[in-house]
């Protein structure tokens, strides 16, 4: 008795089987009083022409840059200044001679 019924059911699953369309049905677009107002203002803005007298206050007219002056040269006795340097003698600093070797006495 109850494998009859299991075998009826299983024949009844199988006629009532039948593959149906579905159909996607777009949402109808629900009204938005505020966001269709926004859209009609942004719509409607135009943007304010530019005109080249409102930079006027605004910034500082551009002017050059002074040109630099060269540094000027000290005129001298240059030759007699560079024959001095010559003929200077180098001072050392402290130097110790221990047999024979020189060796500079101080921290590096």
């Known amino acids: 008795m ?10 009844v699953a199988r006629v009532q089987v039948v593959p149906a369309r579905t159909f996607a049905i777009s949402s109808v677009r629900s009204a938005d009083p505020l966001q269709d107002l926004y859209i009609k203002e942004l719509r409607s803005y135009k943007a304010p022409t530019i005109k080249a007298s409102d930079a ?8 050059a840059p002074a040109t630099p002056v060269a540094p000027s040269v000290e005129t001298g ?6 024959s001095a ?21 101080g921290e590096w």
């Open 56 to 63: 006027e206050g605004q910034v500082k007219a551009w002017k």
């Open 2 to 11: 109850f494998s009859r019924t299991l075998r009826l059911t299983a024949r």
């Open 85 to 105: 340097y010559e003929n200077e003698t180098v001072q050392l600093e402290a130097v110790e001679a221990v047999e024979g070797e020189v060796q500079k006495t």
């Open 77 to 82: 006795d240059l030759a007699g200044e560079l």
